[in-house]
Each structure stands twice: as C-alpha cells, then as structure tokens.
C-alpha cells in the first residue's frame, strides 16, 4: 500500500474527534465502559476457571468468548482513548495494518465462537443422550482451534490484497480506528477485487456460521414443541436466550456496516454500528451471559466469597 510514488507512514483518524468541552465527559464514558468490560469478562472466566460445575462445553466456549471480547475490545479502545484528548490523532501505517488484522481476526473468531455456543445448545436439547460424546474435550478444541485458523488466514487475505492498493492523498479515516472499509475508501486504484472478496469471503464468513446458527435453533424449535408441558418449553428454551440476546446484537451490528450496499454507505451510520460491537456488544455480554444463569450467578457467588476469605486472612495481623 503506497500513496504515489512513496510509502504511506501515517494515517489521521477522526472518528471521534469532538470539542474541548465535549472530551472528558466522551473519555469518561469510553473509559467506564471498557473497565466494565475488561472486569465482567474476566470475572466470566475466573468464575468457570474456578468452579467445577461449569467445567463443560458450554461454558468452555463462553469463557473463549469472553477472552476473545478482552482481546477484541483492546485492540481499539485504548488507541481510542488516547486519540480523545488529541487535536490531530495519527496512527502509523504499521499500526494500522496491526490494528486491522487483529481487528479482523477477533470479529471473524467472535462469529464462529456464537456458531460453537449455538452447536451446543443443539446437542444438548436435542440429542441430551449423545452429548458427551459430540462434545467431548477433542471436538471442543477443534471447535475453538480450527476458527483461528481460518480467522488468521481470512485476516493475511484482505491485507495482502489492501498492500497492492494505491492510496489517494486523502489519508484521512472518518472512523476511530483502522476499518477495512474506510481504508479502501482511499484508495486511487481499482478495488473490485478487494470489494469482491469482502463480499464473498467475509460473506462466507459471517453467513455461513449465521446460517448454521438459524438452522440449529429450527431444531431447537422443533424440540421444545415436541414439550407436552407449557413450563418444559419454557425451561428448556430459556437456556438459549442468552445466547440468541448476543446473536441478535452482534449479526444486526456487523450487518449494517459491511453488508449493506455502498450506495447506503454512511460514516456516522458506520461508527454507531462500530460502536456497538466494538463495545457494547462485549461490554454487554458478562451480564447478558450472567444475570439470567443461575449457575453463573451461583459460581460468581463463590468466587467473591472466595476473594473475601483470602483478603481477610491477609489483613489478620
């Protein structure tokens, strides 16, 4: 990626570029909201690490998620923060394809992740007899393994195929971080074949996944009709509303920003939907994950009780 004749060493971001009076009350917001978010996911995790009745595949792959929504939301907002204060935010050109790629790569690992929780749920409501056998430690490593692959690999993709770009000297991104789309928003070059593989393989990636998701929950469906007891369908489906909260909330976000058509294309329509899954999306989570789940309130439980036992043995003289 150059622009001209010479290399591209910086890039002006102006996502959120607001007045003096405006800052502190925007870098206080950000700043609550990405605590909440490192805290509550990392909370998810230490309550499943900690107690062993969520030591199954559910839950694996819930604390995956929330690990990945801990690396997901680091790779923007503190760049974020930091660029608030600022009168003229930049970012190098290294670390704008930094960003991207593991921008990219979270996103695409968050998507499969949901499509693993949505394959549990599956197993467990409709095949409750062979669950541990479909989900058994091997296949739920390959289920977190093999979306990392594929992720990375998606992920060199778009960037080797945006190093071949020629940038316009415009290098000004109406966004708060480095995007895909605004960067090729740029370019001086033809990006029909950028455009085409963002159609058909992050397509690919994002619907295929999606559409696994719908398809088990029909079965799921299916199911719980098959429930002769009004209090059965419910406690049976209740333990995918969580999960189907998280679906609805991140696919409507990432559906608004890349697959809408170009003719729609609005950089303040881009940045609130980026807003969301950015940070909303993991910020909401842990309670999304937590407050309707009686075994993660119960293992919360114990892990504060923990906590207070261990501080107060270190506070006796």
Known sequence: MHQGNQSISKFFLLGLTVGSEQQKLIFML?????LVTMVGNLLIILAII???????????????????DICFTTTTIPKMLADIPSQSPTISFAGCLTQMYFFMLLVDLDNFLLEAMAYDRYVAICHPLHYAALLNPKRCALLVVTPWVISNLVSILHLSLLSLLTICDQRKIPHFFCDLEPILRLACSDTQINDLTVLVVGGAVIFIPFTFIIVSYAFICCTVLGVTSAKGKWRTFSTCGSHLSAVALFYGSIVGVYFLP???YSAERDKVAAIIYTIVTPMMNPFIYSLRNKDMKGALRRLFSKKTFFWRWLALP
């Open 262 to 264: 170009s003719s729609a």
């Open 30 to 34: 950000f700043l609550c909201m990405y």
């Open 50 to 68: 900690n107690d062993a009745h969520l030591h199954s595949p559910m839950y694996f792959f819930l604390a995956n998620l929330s690990f990945n």
